[in-house]
């Protein structure tokens, strides 16, 4: 909370728009649903919202990542840089920051465009931190985004206070194989000698995860050499199901606790892959990944959303506008919530559904906010 923070404080939501950037509520309840929590003595409380990042030129938002900022100052750390509340990733393929400052009277946070660079020629698919440190005592977040073009970029000081946080320098981390599309990321660090190495997964287009491997020496010390590729490629796995026609892309990849890689593709698909490492005297270690738990087809339709709670994967994809549970360890469904029913249009028989595409859990009621493909926020109860 903010040093000045009214009675009932709650903190902002991102909630991310396809063409109209995003736009920032000052809470949830008092901005989302309009209860009585809106009113603080009496008085409502200032839970307008405010719409960023519509005006930069960047077209679609296609990917939004936050920053985690509960252990750090949201005030200036240097010079005229402020700390990034998230980054978005857009088609013209333009990643912008968003900074979040204290107000004057330090009751509140004001947000704005804090820098935006060009590196891509395409869509910005998804954008991820790496950890480049060589310990955890000198874990340095990085920004990474990956592009329809087969290319991953990082950010070498957008994450940088020392650097004011400026995302005026982009450096080629990569390029997939034959340029194919990259549509997921996801980063993990494995072990090895004694040794803490950044991995990178990818997900493309023609349903394959790649891993890659960031060299022993510091990557950002390597920024000067940009015809360089920063990463190696170690293996491929093949995540798709060849079913039907047309391309069978990987839209969704996370880890869970540093070795469980969980990826979903456009055909529904989820799957759960078991991240191992060796270390080879000649070509020291080489991460793999072993298959543990295949759910084929359990949407009807793309995956767009993976989200660990707990020891709970919850998964959404398709049009049918629900959540589904998965065990973890087991790889066992718990159970389903259709959230968003659909709507009546006209010609149509029936209600349209869409995707589930993003989740709020809120800790302060136990309660989840669901946000639908369709624009549609619904709130459950958590029992």
Not at 66 to 94: M, N, V
Not at 97 to 120: K, R
Not at 126 to 142: A, F, R
Not at 229 to 237: E, G, L, P, T
């Amino acid at each position: 909370p903010p040093p000045n923070a009214r009675p009932g404080w709650e903190p902002p939501i991102i909630i991310r728009g396809d063409f109209n950037g995003v736009r920032i509520f000052n809470s949830v309840l008092g901005s989302l649903f309009h209860d009585d929590s809106a009113r603080v003595d009496g008085e409502e409380r200032l839970n307008q919202s405010v719409a960023i990042g519509n005006d930069v030129g960047g077209g679609q938002v296609l990917s939004l990542i936050q920053f985690d900022t509960k252990s750090a100052s949201l005030l200036k750390d240097s010079g005229e840089g402020y700390r990034p509340c998230c980054f978005i990733g857009y088609a013209s393929g333009r990643v912008a920051a968003v900074s979040a400052t204290l107000t004057e009277e330090g009751d509140g946070y004001t947000f704005a465009i804090s820098g935006t660079h060009h590196a891509h020629e395409s869509e910005v698919t998804d954008l991820t931190y790496v950890n480049c440190g060589s310990s955890p005592e000198e874990e340095l977040p990085v920004l990474f985004s990956a592009c329809c073009a087969g290319k991953v970029y990082f950010y070498p000081n957008a994450l940088n206070p020392a650097q004011n946080f400026s995302m005026e320098q982009s450096v080629l981390a990569f390029s997939n194989f034959y340029d194919c599309p990259i549509f997921s990321m996801a980063s993990t660090v494995i072990h090895s000698q004694g040794q803490s190495l950044s991995l990178l997964c990818t997900g493309d287009r023609d349903g394959n995860i790649r891993l890659w491997l960031k060299p022993d020496d510091d990557l950002l010390g390597m920024c000067t050499r940009r015809d360089q590729q920063k990463f190696r490629h170690i293996k491929m796995f093949n995540s798709s199901t060849q079913r039907g026609t047309g391309y069978h892309l990987v839209t969704k990849a996370m880890f869970v606790n540093t070795n469980l890689l969980i990826t979903g593709t456009n055909n529904g698909d989820v799957r759960f892959w078991q991240l191992q490492c060796t270390d080879d005297p000649d070509k020291g270690p080489l991460p793999s990944l072993t298959l543990r738990y295949d759910m084929m087809g359990i949407h009807n339709g793309a995956v767009e959303l993976l989200m660990n709670v707990g020891d709970i994967l919850l998964s959404s994809g398709g049009n049918e506008g629900t959540i589904v549970g998965w065990d973890i360890s087991t790889g066992l469904r718990l159970g389903s919530i259709r959230c968003h029913p659909g709507r009546a249009l006209d010609g149509v028989s029936g209600n349209v559904c869409s995707c589930v595409v993003d989740l709020l859990m809120s800790g302060k009621d136990g309660s989840m906010i669901s946000l639908c493909r369709d624009g549609s926020l619904k709130q459950f109860k958590m029992m």
